[in-house]
């Protein structure tokens, strides 16, 4: 059990750890080495003493250690004197408080999203950072190859290194050059909860909640700007259907089914305040953030699925095609459009859309709908050979065997 202990601590924790090191050590790379030695010693030390009673207290004083030994051997290689007011620093620093560690990722998430830093960097580094996530996965993200990602990873660290870019918050003037990318980094963080990277369960609630506390940080930093405030009330009002998306055993629950009751009224009421202060505060010209946070609002308005004001989602999401259109958006507005025209009108739309596993499965619910039962068993059997949480692939399995009692 201790190394599915040490696992969950760096699962939970992690990024923290590696934020407040940064702060402190002020090097990305070493930062990270110094948590992967202190992982190592965790799993080396923990079978033999026990899980300590503070995994993170723990996991952080040791990597406080190995940073200090890292910085020892650069200065005996280097012969350079920076590393031991480094050294200094890291040895007289107190274990810093919650509210400072939450700070300490907001300073990682502007660092990663550095203006002299391209895009698909900032991306890279914040899910590295923030996510975890390997490089080969961070490959997948960006459509390219591991190496290419690992090549990125590497120039970003030593640009911060070399460029000495700081390791804070920058100050106002500074924001209009970082924001889109801080708000895409908390939405990217909330996105990857509801896809964790181990498969085993439909939503990594701890992502999610990280997300959430850094998304009212952000807020709380820049109250008046519209764009934090609807990446906010975005991540809240879809929080807020969370407890009725799964069963008691873990398995998926469609939007259909859900027991609207066990969504958070107090939840989806704030999230409302939230975006219309923010379409308010940006004269109604919606971003992404907005009009997703809208189509949100108007299904935890609905008292029932079949109460739901489909035209007017359909609406927001030609909106929302317009803005910032993907085939993510594409699909769900032709799931809208089936809702709102009928089934014939939502599978013409995925025809023009890439097939995925998730495009198949939608494809197979709206066969299945018009009466194609074996075209519905088709499509199904495709959405199985392709990446899927378990609790995803459980749900199309199961239609899939019911499919078939019909055909």
Request: proline fraction near 7%; include cysteine.
């Amino acid at each position: 059990m201790t190394v599915e202990a040490v696992a969950e601590t760096v699962r939970v924790e992690g990024a923290r750890i590696l934020a407040t090191l940064i702060r402190t050590v002020g090097d990305v790379q070493i930062a990270e080495d110094a948590v992967q030695e202190a992982v190592v010693a965790a799993l080396a030390a923990w079978p033999v003493s026990g899980v300590p009673p503070q995994p993170r207290a723990w996991l952080t004083v040791t990597a406080r250690r190995k940073a200090i030994d890292i910085l020892r051997r650069e200065q005996a290689r280097r012969g350079k004197e920076e590393e031991g007011g480094r050294m200094i620093d890291l040895a007289r620093s107190d274990l810093p408080s919650d509210a400072v560690v939450h700070d300490d990722l907001l300073r990682l998430i502007f660092t990663c999203c550095h203006p002299t830093l391209s895009p698909p960097t900032q991306v890279a580094l914040a899910l590295r950072t923030l996510c975890g996530l390997s490089p080969a996965q961070i490959a997948g993200v960006l459509l390219t190859t591991e190496a290419a990602t690992e090549k990125r990873l590497t120039r970003a660290r030593q640009k911060i290194a070399a460029a000495r870019i700081p390791y804070r918050v920058p100050p106002p003037d500074e924001f209009p050059d970082r924001l889109p990318a801080v708000c895409a980094v908390i939405h990217s963080l909330y996105t990857a909860g509801h896809a964790p990277v181990d498969g085993g369960s439909a939503v990594d609630v701890d992502a999610c909640a990280e997300a959430v506390r850094l998304a009212e940080l952000l807020h709380t930093l820049l109250p008046d700007q519209p764009t934090p405030a609807g990446v906010l009330a975005l991540l809240l009002l879809t929080e807020a259907r969370r407890p009725a998306r799964l069963s008691a055993s873990g398995d998926v629950v469609t939007l259909d089914r859900q027991d609207r009751s066990r969504w958070s009224g107090a939840t989806i009421a704030r999230g409302i305040a939230l975006l219309n202060a923010s379409l308010h505060a940006s004269s109604r010209r919606a971003d992404a953030y907005q009009l997703q946070a809208a189509i949100a609002a108007e299904h935890a308005r609905a008292a029932s699925y079949d109460g739901t004001d489909w035209p007017e989602i359909v609406r927001l999401y030609d909106l929302l095609v317009s803005v910032a259109p993907s085939p993510a958006v594409g699909l769900a507005r032709a799931v809208a459009v089936a809702e709102a025209d009928g089934t014939d009108a939502g599978l013409a739309l995925l025809a023009d859309l890439p097939p995925s596993p998730r495009w198949h499965a939608v494809r197979g619910d709206l066969l299945a709908r018009a009466g194609r039962y074996a075209d519905a068993v088709a499509a199904l059997t495709a959405s199985l050979d392709g990446p899927a949480t378990d609790p995803e692939r459980r749900h199309r399995a199961r239609r899939l065997a019911e499919l078939r009692e019909l055909v």
